[in-house]
């Protein structure tokens, strides 16, 4: 294959490969049913080093290898489905070992070509799309721990096949200190033959945040991308990300994340006018929300790059000098978490911009739990959280603080943080508030807050359990001090709210008065409506919230009567409402 003449031969040769490795990871899928133990090791193996060969010609191929129109399982970005049951008990206890280390379909991944196809998800506006002549050259960070080999190399390949030679400088991949065998000699193999593959490994579990900063030491390229270690870049992907930042050295910009499915590796396309943006909610935690209607108004064309008040973390690129003007990460935040908000916050504060370019399609496995260890005994996100929150939200820390019952923890020393805040003059958390996110609900402007205890049982206190599988929004619980789950406020137009949540209630007219739910707040007031007076929680309905008096955990609405001490509740009224 690398001696073939002409690119049609090169092409050919590739897709004979590929159509051989395709038939041999079915066969090692399938080997169970029909083929003795000794033969179904040596498919694999063999499948393995044909694996390996591809992959020590494949650069000679890089650009030929999208035009390929292959039709292996999971090309195209198509889903791949395989029945349990129709499994050996060897390969279901595989399946079963892949779901439990990775939190996704490992398995099925392991399936999948590590250089898969995905369809031009892109919409047909973006192909006219004129980049800036000069973009920065790239360097893309790659940091793991503990990943699954296919989607690691597959994340690789994605940068590799689909960024324009001229553009990708290097890419530097950095082992969080793993643990797994083949992320040492095997991962080593596989990317030999890759050209501009940098592999660095950090001598201590240093965590997402120490690991970045490590790959951005090392960077030599005009700007860097940062991704997760189970991605995929779409066609297109990088032009989009690097124009603003030709534009403007102080802008950061994330592609549109698409979700490649965590059971079935499927990577669907997201429509272009379907794009979110980034805001977090007072617990610290990054969520998504609709684009405001001021943004879409603001621009001009649908593909222009949205204003974003936070990014969710994982894939972003950014000018490598400005990324270390503002003082790259904070070193003192551990494992994961809360390093996203911080870079948000301070790139708005401190004169850059956060935008969202929807040109750029980039696949995440997103999982549903974090596959690998923790440090035990020490909360990691709030000690992350509070760090952020002393350097960059001024009194709105308070917020937050609320959420953890004032419990900051040992969070360490900050001030070499405030003092890089200072110096590069960087504007207030209520400038960031007023003018980058408005829609921000602020708590202060709220009525009550905090638990709610019960009268008739007082060391019971509503508790929003998180329990999977239950409707029921509120149960009760005994109070824990911790805020947390027993954190409520009263806002000003009558909501019950907790976050981006609202208790909302819709009466059955039955005996038997119905459920109260959590759902999005509205605003809408409506079936989100609910008074506190006189110690009791009357929904617009007239029904109250009464504590059961023989099941603990039980809340429900009920007529109100102010004589029922189990209708009554203590709940803290804010004294100061203004922020
Ligand atoms: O100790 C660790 N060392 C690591 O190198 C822990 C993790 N990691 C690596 C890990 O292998 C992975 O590549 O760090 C990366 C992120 O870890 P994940 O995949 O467990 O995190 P996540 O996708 O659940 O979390 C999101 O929020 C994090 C907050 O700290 C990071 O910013 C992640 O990069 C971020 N992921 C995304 O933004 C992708 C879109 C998901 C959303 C929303
Ligand atoms: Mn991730």
Redo the contacts with the bound molecule.
Sequence with gaps: KEQAPSLVDRIAARSLIDRIRNALKFKQQHADHDHPVEERFKAREQARKMNAQIQVVAPELEHDHKHLNKTGPGEMGNAVRIKKEDLSPEERKKYDEGWKNN?FNQYISDIISVRRSLADVRDPECKKVEFHPNLPDTTVI??????ARSTLLR?IWSVIDRSSPKLLKEVII?????DREYLHKMLEDDIAPMKKVKLLR?QK?????R??LKGAYAATGQALV??????ECAEGWLEPLLDPIARNPKASV?PL?EIIDDSTFEFRGTPIQNIQV?GFDWNLI???HMTPAHEMKRRKNKTDPIRSPT??????AIDRAWFEELGMYDPG????????LELSFKLWQCGGELLCAPCSHVG????KR?????PKNTNV?KK?SVRLAEVWLDDYKNYYYERINFALGDYGDVSDRKQLRERLQCKSFKWYIDNIFPEQFIPGESLYYGEVRNQGKATICLDSQEVEHSDKAVIAYPCHGQGGNQFFLLTKIGEIRREEKCLDYISTKLKEPGQVRSMLCHSQRGNQMWFYEHEMIRHATGYCMELSATQDRDVFMAPCNPLNKYQRWSWKQRINNST
Excluded: K, Q
């Design positions: 939190a790659i940091i793991f721990h503990n990943e994340t950095v082992d969080d200190f793993s950090t579990r240093e965590g997402l945040i690991a970045r940062f991704l997760d270690s189970h991605c994330v994340i980034g990054f969520n998504w990014m969710a973390g994982g894939l972003f935040m551990d494992i994961w978490g809360g390093e996203n995440h496995v997103f999982r974090s596959p690998y260890s923790w996100i992350n």
